[in-house]
């Protein structure tokens, strides 16, 4: 299966093969295993995930059929497995580890589903009499090793040219538009919505990512975001197009350590991890040392200056390069001293902090998404001019972006059109077609604007606003925003 060109691909797991016949890796995936970091090559990739997929049609698995996971953070068997379902046509159907008993039945029982993998034996146990009373023929398995109910079928490395064949005969049959994977989100009901998304819809996404992060073939990546989740999906997709060397973090506690070890030179992130850094920094200011108030208050006052596009005068750069010795440079060292890009989503981000990491020689890079659209719709540049603060950037190639101006003004609901906005919403057809426009654009229920008529600034939701007895509008998230500023809220 050659796929010299990212043109080629059509469907999500063709991309082992574009990096099989691109860029083969050494160390393609990477995880802890007693303390040593074990690295899997592309073409174990590919054995493995070719023998899984044998196993699961020797075990009558067939396409359409629905595989839950709960997943807690990414690895290299989870890659795999996501692999081997696709490549059988099964539908993956993620689950939030935290996720309640509640939340856990009614995903299961409407999706049917056939076969249950959970990170652990923890997780096991938690699921097996959820899955049980809903349905005794749910098979269960956990990927903790030397514990009861242990997956063992994620380590076959073998299949025979028989089985083999009998693979690329079902893979031939698996189209662009078929959903592999329905990913759940939260209703406003409080009832979980299923987010149905083809290979089309996540492999668009893909190659519109391509096109932005500032990768190269064989640079290290770490990824310690839940693997339920759709950025952190969507992303290690595009590292093994990008031929990237992926490290996945053991847990959270081990969060710091894995970045020293690893030194990686690009992640995403989330907001909430970036803010108890920056808190971290602001609160030593509460100390009783006087010098070191003064030399944290003067940096974080030359970064809320900081701009990647404007030239700074001579003090200032004097200055900048003080505070980044004293001040900024323990973030680089915490996060491995070798962290050169970061692209933020999942929530807004302060723009102070984002001034201020830049500043510190991290370029953090915001963006915006759904899982509905898989999920990226927007994000800033690491390009020069490419970028402003405050906002989540430029429309990503191929997704086109409007504003629904009826609130009032300039601002309005975002309404998003392209090839990765979702197939619909699972066994929802009422409320699938209330999320689109008589005219095919998918509402979002974000409030924004757009910046220089070009970067989308996200000013609130729109089921947050309310109008006065004067008929204006009013947005709460700008209080509320300046409030969670504050170190003690």
């Known amino acids: 299966m050659i796929k010299n060109n990212t043109a080629d691909l059509t469907r999500v797991f063709e991309i082992l093969f574009y990096q099989e016949d691109k860029y083969p890796q050494l160390k393609a995936l990477n995880k802890i295993i007693n303390g040593v970091w074990k690295a899997y090559s592309t073409e174990e990739l590919i054995l493995r995930t070719n023998a899984l997929s044998c196993w699961l049609i020797d075990s009558e698995y067939k396409k359409g059929d629905h595989i839950a996971i709960i997943p807690e953070n990414g690895s290299p068997e989870w890659m795999i497995f996501d692999f081997a379902c696709q490549q059988v046509g099964l539908v993956t159907v993620p689950v939030h580890p935290t996720a309640s008993v509640e939340e856990i039945k009614y995903i299961l029982r409407e999706t049917d589903v056939k076969f249950c993998l959970t990170a652990n034996s923890g997780l096991f146990y938690k699921v097996k009499p959820i899955a ?181 005068n001579v003090f200032y750069r004097i200055g900048l390069f003080f505070a980044r010795i004293f001040v900024f440079n323990r973030w680089r060292k915490a996060l491995g001293g070798k962290i050169k890009y970061m692209a933020v989503g999942a929530a807004a981000l302060r723009p102070e902090i984002s001034r201020s990491f830049s500043a510190a020689n991290i370029r953090i890079r915001e963006g915006y998404g759904m899982t509905e659209t898989s999920p990226v719709i927007s994000m800033n540049r690491f390009k020069p001019g490419m970028n402003r603060f405050g906002t989540v950037g430029i429309p990503v190639p191929g997704v086109q972006v409007k504003i629904d101006t009826d609130l009032e003004g300039k601002e309005g609901e975002i309404l998003v059109k392209g090839p990765n906005v979702m197939q619909g919403y699972y066994k929802q057809a009422d409320l699938s077609k209330e999320a689109f426009t008589s005219d095919g654009w998918f509402k979002t229920g974000d409030v924004g604007k757009f910046i220089d008529k070009k970067f989308l600034k996200i000013t609130d939701r729109k089921k947050d606003i309310f109008k006065t007895s004067t008929g204006k509008y009013i947005a709460p998230q700008v209080l509320e925003n300046y409030f969670v500023s504050s170190p003690v809220i």
Do not use: W
């Open 132 to 312: 049980e009373s809903i349905n005794a023929d749910i098979k269960i398995k956990h990927l903790e090793r030397d514990k009861s109910g242990y997956f063992s079928a994620i380590e076959l490395r073998k299949a025979t040219k028989e089985q083999i064949s009998e693979l690329d005969k079902i893979k031939s049959q698996i189209k662009s538009d078929d959903v592999f994977v329905i990913m759940y989100t939260s209703g406003t009901s409080g009832i979980p919505k299923g987010v149905m998304l083809t290979h089309r819809n996540v492999l668009s996404n893909i190659l519109s990512i391509l096109t932005v992060f500032p990768l190269e073939h064989s640079v290290k990546v770490i990824s310690f975001l839940p693997f339920s989740h759709i950025l952190e999906r969507t992303a290690a997709y595009a590292y093994i197009a990008f031929g990237v060397s992926v490290f996945f973090s053991q847990s959270k506690e081990s969060f710091t350590h894995d970045f020293q070890k690893v030194k990686p030179y690009f992640c995403t992130m989330v907001p909430r991890i970036l803010e108890k850094m920056y808190d971290h920094v602001h609160l030593q200011t509460l100390g009783k040392n006087p010098l070191k108030k003064i030399i944290i208050k003067s940096a974080f006052n030359l970064a809320k200056k900081y701009s990647s596009f404007e030239k700074k």
